[in-house]
């Protein structure tokens, strides 16, 4: 049965399968062009899905996708779905200086912006990558004009994560403004937050246990932000090599992802962050508006 509560975040970071932080390398970065492309056929597998249950969702679009494939960023558009920044490079903030990450957001949000035609108000970084060593990436993405963000997860974790952020959606206050954070949604469990909202987690927990995690961050009132990605829906792309860990995490249960995604679907009810959470829209209205006013 579907949930009555419609404040639930979809959310996919739309990314090749060979571009994932686990595997990257900088040989492999500079064979990019290379590998076989599966993003567009697994987005739209993905936008077919969501169809058929009348569902609309954000994508946080890769630059570097974006540019190669601009008829895929119409596409999620026409379809209701909000688009949104997941920076161009897929590079790790916690690898980049304050300018080259600047860089970085700025030319995703442009390019993503001309084929669109409107504004870009999300970012999410890379592996979540916003950390305590990187907080200084929130002031950037205010003065680059972003409006909201969803890369700090308030959970223990070896490549990233927060454990003291707040788990709810929650305004920023940085030197060059308020940005609103949406964090992916964990659940508390004897005292230690665990992940629930999804990737390698919705894979890795049988459907039943998640659900019933869901259900009770649900009774709190709470509103889901769940993630994925185009190629947890797509079994048969190639193997690459990494360690065992990163191998692990990146094809358990691959297999399982569109069954799953169906059951979420059926059970919980979602729509773009930008619709869930209305004061994002308020900001960015109130900051046009000033901006017309020269204020």
Known sequence: MVSTISR???????EEHFQVSA??????RRHWDQFESRVEANTERLLE???????????????????????????????????ASHGYA?????????????????????ILESILSQSVLGYRAPSFSITKDTMWATEILVEEGYVYDSSIFPVLHDRYGVPSANPEVHQLLTASGVLWEVPPSTVKCLGVRVPVAGGGYFRLYPYTLLRALLR????????????MHPWE??????????????RMRHYLNLDKTEIRMRELLQDF??????????????MHSARMVSQVSGV
Not at 8 to 14: A, E, Q, T
Not at 65 to 76: D, F, G, K, T, W
Not at 216 to 227: C, D, F, H, N, P
Not at 269 to 282: G, L, N, T
């Open 90 to 110: 897929h590079e790790l903030i916690t690898s980049q200086t304050p300018n080259a990450f600047r860089e970085d957001i700025r030319k995703a949000k442009a």
């Open 49 to 83: 899905i969501l169809a058929q249950r009348g569902v609309r969702a954000t994508f946080f679009v890769l630059g570097w996708v974006a540019e190669r494939y601009p008829s895929l960023v119409h596409r999620i558009a026409s379809g209701g779905h909000e688009v």
């Open 23 to 28: 595997f990257e390398s900088p040989m492999r």
């Open 269 to 282: 009810s979602f729509a773009p962050i930008r619709e869930v959470f209305p004061q994002i829209e308020q």
């Open 233 to 246: 829906f797509d079994p048969s792309q190639p193997r690459m090599e990494g360690s065992l860990l990163s």
């Open 8 to 14: 639930h975040c979809l959310s996919f970071d739309v």
């Open 216 to 227: 009770k961050l649900e009774g709190e009132g709470a509103s889901l932000v769940m993630y």
